[in-house]
């Protein structure tokens, strides 16, 4: 009840700030090597206020995380056609981009907010909604070969995962430049980005889906 006051006379304040700094650690660090003393100091603010809005790390953790899966069950709830669902999907990677990285590089966050259940049962009903009626083996796999080419895009565009850049050398693929990339560095000037990106993802993934018409 206190938490619930507290958010009616913050409201955009505090716990928001808490989450974003939060995620900035996570995705630097690592959800297990980032500790609460380390979010509340670059905050400014005592680990005692911090527990004020978040019981636990796990429950900071579900608060930046869960969004992110809640916008995509609804999104696959709302029985969209295949390409509206692959279009949606890239917008909703654009607007989470920062917790799909947490979640694709450091897996330990995604068990630990309690999330492997419900992603995995997202990729099968996305795979079953983009393969059709009456979906023959071929389907499902071109299915998921469409929905694999957005998601693999969008990380390599947006270096989300920077040490398996082909377009890196060897030397520069280490975990520094994966820090530093997590920090906020823009994408390489030669990868796509915006509206372009998304043409090419859609229209890549269409391809595959329809490759077998």
């Known amino acids: 009840m206190r938490r619930n006051s507290q958010s009616e006379h913050d409201p955009g304040g505090t716990k928001e700030r808490i989450q974003h700094v939060a995620l900035e650690l996570f995705v630097l660090h690592g959800y297990e090597k980032t500790s609460l003393r380390e979010i509340s100091d ?12 978040y019981a ?5 953790l579900k608060s ?6 809640d916008e995509f069950e609804l999104l696959v709830a709302g029985d969209p ?10 917008d909703l990677l654009h607007r989470h981009q920062a917790v799909f990285q947490l979640v694709a590089n450091d897996h330990a966050s995604l068990a630990a907010a309690e999330l492997v259940e419900r992603s995995v049962k ?15 083996p071929a389907d499902y796999i071109r299915a998921a070969a469409a929905f694999g080419a957005i998601s693999q895009g969008f990380m390599l565009a947006r270096r989300v995962e920077p040490a398996a850049d082909p377009a890196l050398p060897d030397v520069e ?11 906020g560095l823009p994408a390489p000037a030669d990868y796509p980005e ?3 990106l998304t043409r ?13 018409s």
Not at 44 to 50: C, E, F, M, N, V
Not at 200 to 212: F, H
């Open 64 to 69: 930046v995380t869960q969004p992110l899966i």
């Open 42 to 53: 670059r905050l400014g603010i005592t680990k005692a206020a911090l527990y004020y809005h």
């Open 81 to 90: 056609d295949p390409e509206t669902l692959l279009r949606s999907y890239v």
């Open 122 to 136: 997202l990729r099968r009903d996305v795979v079953r909604r983009l393969a059709g009626p009456e979906p023959q």
């Open 173 to 183: 693929a280490t975990a520094e430049k994966a820090a530093e990339t997590a920090a």
């Open 200 to 212: 090419i993802l859609m229209d890549t993934a269409l391809a595959v889906l329809r490759s077998g």
């Open 194 to 196: 915006g509206a372009e």
């Open 56 to 60: 636990s790390k796990q429950e900071l």
